[in-house]
């Protein structure tokens, strides 16, 4: 049985994966649509990222396929529908990220509140810029609020209980009489008064309808002034014009971006010079030990679904 892996994969899992199966591993093909287009024509497995988009003209480039690996946990690049269709079984990499995306928004938040290590290239240069970086900020006390409060959500709280921060959250999915709230010592908000309370908002939700440009400037406008914004979720759900408009006009504390509406940006984007911004490109999920555990997950789970073992629970 054929197994095409079409983004960058840990080469223990891949090595273990040629063990048992036919496998093409070309981390450059999601970028050769053509050749991924052949090469999916007798596969009955798929591995990929997140941008290799699994749409149902690719699907039915597939009549052998069987499962798709997802090395990571949205699933907005793939046709569910069309794979449901077909009775395609789509695995995500559940969790094995989760702990890479909860450290990325509690460092992104300490640089972004106390300001300091913005001042890299001020310091080389010979300034000394200590009074305007004397204001910096703590965790203590300050409050962190969760749009969405699944399973990275639920780990960046416990991360961040241990630094002093109260944490509130946003979910509509998740009922006011759900134990997590206080087993979690996670306070329930709507989305408006997260909003007005919190110092630091960090975004946890899938990309779906509800969720598409839910931060557009009529909710940006709703943060403190002295806010900062993460966005580690998808691109999609930030506005980032608006965003870019606010931090420019210092409607808006400060913003870690790891993701996009287009990846990569193009170079006429929203954000040339402005201030008290990150931005990186799609990492936030993506370490040394995530790869190997994602890698390791995807690789049991599609392995075993094709030799027609049980899944995990
Ligand atoms: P999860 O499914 O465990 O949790 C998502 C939560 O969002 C659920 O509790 C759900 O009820 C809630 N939700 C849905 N719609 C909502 C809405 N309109 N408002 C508020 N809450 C809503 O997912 P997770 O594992 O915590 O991951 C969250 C997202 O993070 C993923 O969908 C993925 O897009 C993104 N992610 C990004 C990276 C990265 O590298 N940047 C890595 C991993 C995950």
């Known amino acids: 049985m054929r197994i095409i892996i079409s983004e960058f994969m ?9 063990n048992d199966f036919d496998v093409v591993y070309d981390p450059a093909l999601v970028d050769k649509p053509d050749e991924l287009h052949a090469a999916v024509a007798d596969a009955q497995g798929l591995i990929v990222r997140n941008r290799t988009q699994v749409s149902a003209q690719l699907l039915a480039a597939a009549p052998a396929l069987k499962v798709v690996g997802r090395l990571g946990v949205g699933l907005d690049n793939i046709d569910m529908k069309a794979c449901a269709d077909r009775d395609i079984k789509v695995i995500p990499a559940t969790g094995a990220n989760s702990r890479a995306v909860a450290e990325y928004v509690i460092a992104s938040a300490m640089m972004l ?14 300034d000394w810029p200590r009074a305007r970086l004397s204001e910096g900020r703590e965790c203590g006390e300050k409050i962190l609020g969760l749009v969405g409060f699944g ?10 209980q241990g630094l ?12 006011g009489s759900a134990p997590v709230w206080a087993e979690t010592g996670v306070r329930q908000l709507s989305l408006d008064d997260l909003l007005a309370q919190a110092h630091v908002v ?5 990309l779906i309808e509800s969720t598409r440009n839910l931060f557009d400037a009529t909710t940006l406008a ?5 806010a900062v914004l993460i966005n580690t979720a998808r691109g999609g759900i930030v506005d980032e ?3 870019a408009d606010a931090l420019r006009a210092g409607r808006l504390g400060g913003a870690a971006l790891d993701v996009f509406g287009q990846e ?11 201030p008290n911004l990150i931005l990186t490109p799609h990492i936030a999920g993506v370490t040394a030990e995530s790869n190997q555990r994602v890698s390791q997950m995807i690789a049991d789970e599609v392995g075993g679904c094709l030799k027609g073992q049980a899944p995990r629970v």
């Open 10 to 18: 840990d080469t223990a899992a891949v090595t273990q994966l040629q």
């Open 113 to 126: 509140l106390r300001g300091g290590f913005l001042s890299t290239a001020d310091v080389a240069r010979g």
């Open 151 to 160: 399973g990275i959500g639920r780990l960046t709280a416990s991360l961040a």
């Open 164 to 175: 002093g921060f109260t944490v509130v959250a946003y979910d509509p999915g998740i009922p």
């Open 202 to 206: 960090s975004l946890h939700v899938p």
């Open 222 to 226: 709703k943060m403190r002034t002295d």
């Open 241 to 243: 014009s608006a965003l």
């Open 264 to 274: 990569p940006l193009k170079t006429d984007n929203a954000f040339a010079d402005v």
